[in-house]
């Protein structure tokens, strides 16, 4: 089969146009959803502690910019929740797929005790599900607590 110089170039051409094409990408733009939920999911059980950011102790801000990190985010960087519900990088998504951002607007108290949903974060698997750390990396559905703090979903846009 002979291939012409015009059919190498279109080919040439459709391929780098494929490859800049997000294909229903959550998470970080670029990157897989299974593989940012498998990498999330390989947390699971390590404890919490405030400002940890290792295989032993994680908080929050720090397991997202592992999972993150892990799986390829371009120009990704540390930062506390605060600043990354600032971060014009998350882009704000109202259709949520695994591997997104879960974010709260608001804390919640419920039965006497304060839940500081504000300043948390976490990683959306899908089926109404997210990683998080509460006392170790863990798996909970939005709803109760989770649900009154009025969550929003993010992706990493970075490109």
Do not use: R
Not at 23 to 41: D, I, K, R
Not at 115 to 129: F, M, R, T
């Amino acid at each position: 089969m002979k291939i012409t110089k015009q059919k190498l170039i279109v080919t040439i051409l459709l391929a780098i146009l494929i490859a800049f094409i997000p294909l229903g990408a959550a998470a970080p733009v670029g990157t897989s959803e299974n593989a940012t939920v498998e990498t999330a999911n390989s947390w699971l059980g390590v404890k919490e502690v405030h400002g940890g950011n290792n295989t032993t102790a994680i908080d929050c801000s720090h397991l997202v910019y592992q999972v993150y990190e892990k799986v390829g985010a371009k120009s990704i960087f540390f930062q506390k929740v605060p600043d990354m519900k600032k971060n014009t990088d998350y882009v704000n998504t109202s259709s949520p797929a695994p591997g997104d951002v879960i974010f709260w607007q608001k804390d919640v108290t419920q039965n006497g005790k304060t839940y500081w949903l504000a300043a948390h974060v976490g990683i959306y698997i899908g089926n109404n599900q997210f990683i998080h750390p509460d006392h170790v990396v863990t798996i909970d559905n939005i709803t109760g607590v989770y649900a009154e703090g009025m969550p929003y979903f993010a992706k990493w846009s970075h490109t």
